[in-house]
Structure formats: C-alpha cells, structure tokens
C-alpha cells in the first residue's frame, strides 16, 4: 500500500489526473471502474481540461463501482455527473461506457452488470479483472456502497450486489469486494477533514477498525494507493 498526501483536494484532482494518464497511455485497451463524489468530480474536469486530447479515450472502457438507483437524467446519479463533467467534453465512443442502470429494478439490474463484467473483463479465478478500480470513501468508512451495517455483502457471490443506504433507506447497485480485490489496481481519493477520523482508525489499525468497509480493501496485486489532502490525512502527517 501507497500513501500520497497533497496540500488539497485541488492537488489530489491534478496529481491523480497525471497518474491515470500515465497508467492508461500506451495501452491497448483499459477497463476502469469510477467513482461517485466531491472529489472525482474535479478529477474528472482536469482530465477533461488538461488531458482531453492528451489520452486516446477510444481504448479506454468506463464503468462504475456503484450507482444509485434513479435514472441517468437525476442529480445524484453517478453516471450523470460523470456526463456533465467528463464525457460531454472528450471524444469517448458510447460503446465504451457501461453504465448501471439506475432506473432498472435493483436486484435484475445487479444480476445484468455481473454477467456483463463477466463477458467484457478477464477473470480470475471466475472474479471479473478491471485495470483500476476508484473508491472514496465515506464519513461512516464505507466505500463503493458496501456500509458498515451490511459489511457481509463485502463477500457475497454475486459480482454485484444491491445495498441499502442506511439514512435515506435509497437502493444502489455495487460491485463486491471479491471484484475489487482482484483489480490490478485500486486506488482510494479521500479528501475533507471529515474523513480523518476513519482514515485514522483505518490506517492505524485502531479497535473497530474491521468494522469499515474500507479496511477491507486489500488487492491481491498488492497495487493500492490512497491518493489523499492534508485535512483527511491529518493523524498520518
């Protein structure tokens, strides 16, 4: 496991930007799985601005670690912010984006994007490989959209699983922990101070830690970084 901790959120948008550039360029073909949030977000404007003709975005196949359940056209929608902020301004073939249907029923909707990950991605041992997999993580320490409540879909069969957010009671579809596990490379993008507090127990292995399932994050290529600002990383400075 890297660290990598950056002055701000700005900071961590622009060096994370470089480091997915380097890691996509001169490759024939790249299967990535993005990330909902504050943080990629602004990732994905500097990749828009600065490397939107830097990248051969035809090779490069985009899915996503989790979604909610509401269609694409909504505000909360991952797919939907990663349009507006990212594929409205490079030239991205539609064929390479894979989205989850939001507006599908949840549990035939997990069922379609765990075979379609199957046909679409090298697997090993029968667990679909992607290139890179992005995660955040969340105030309560979950990620993707496996919460500490449910932590045991962390290990479920299926390649994608429906979660439960536990306040609004709103569905997602997200992959498991077995996919994310066997990418060849996870990286987290954690930012605010409000993280530091699950970033402390986490990376220190402090009691309770297990319980978030961000801890659980281990790829078996061993090729994790937490690209992170100085206000979520405080207890590591």
Not at 58 to 77: A, L, M
Not at 102 to 118: Q, V
Request: charge should be negative; proline fraction near 4%.
């Amino acid at each position: 496991m890297e660290v990598k901790i950056y002055k701000d959120k700005q900071e961590v948008a622009e060096q994370f930007s470089n480091y997915f550039a380097k890691m996509v360029n001169g490759k024939e073909i790249f299967h990535v799985a993005l990330s909902g949030g504050s943080t990629p977000k602004l990732i994905f404007d500097v990749l828009a601005l600065e490397y939107g003709t830097k990248i051969d975005w035809t090779k490069i196949h985009f899915y996503w670690g989790d979604e909610r359940c509401v269609p694409p056209t909504d505000n909360q929608s991952n797919y939907k912010m990663t349009v507006d902020h990212l594929f409205s301004k490079i030239d991205t073939p539609s064929e390479n984006i894979h989205r989850i249907l939001g507006e599908n029923d949840p549990l035939g909707e997990a069922m379609r994007y765990s075979n379609l990950l199957e046909i679409n991605l090298d697997r090993i041992e029968g667990v679909p490989q992607f290139d890179l997999v992005i995660l955040g993580m969340g105030d309560d320490g979950h990620t993707a959209s496996i919460f500490p409540r449910e932590i045991d879909l962390w290990n479920a069969q299926e390649h994608c699983i429906v979660a439960t957010h536990p306040d609004s009671g709103q569905k997602r579809v997200s992959i498991n922990g077995s996919v994310i596990n066997t990418a060849k490379a996870v990286t987290f993008l954690v930012t605010g101070s409000g993280k530091a507090e699950k970033v402390d127990e986490i990376h220190n292995r402090k009691e309770n830690y297990a319980q978030y399932p961000a801890s659980l994050v281990n790829p078996k290529s061993g090729n994790l970084i937490w690209f992170m600002d100085e206000a979520a990383a405080e207890a590591l400075i």
